[in-house]
């Protein structure tokens, strides 16, 4: 799934924390960071907001679920 102009970034890690499988972050060269983990938050997240703008960022959630309940979030639905 690929995300844009997340504002909300607690929203967000509220969510990610929410969901029952693994939610990973993939990098621009391809690594993958397990958002579950609170280490990988702060770090991609410094790594986002060090060049002052938030690029593109695609997430892959293990569970439909999850990526249901990520969707709403990011479109502006219910948490």
Do not use: W
């Not at 607690?10 to 609170?38: M, Y």
């Not at 938050?41 to 990520?70: H, K």
């Amino acid at each position: 799934m690929k995300v844009h102009n997340i504002t909300d970034i607690e929203g967000f890690f509220k969510v990610v924390d929410q969901c029952r499988g693994r939610v990973e972050l993939i990098t621009g060269e391809g690594d993958r960071l397990n958002l579950k983990s609170k280490l990988s938050q702060y770090v991609s997240m410094a790594n986002i907001f060090s060049n002052g703008e938030i690029p593109e960022l695609e997430l892959i959630a293990e569970e439909q679920e999850d990526a249901d309940r990520l969707s709403r979030f990011i479109n502006g639905g219910t948490k």
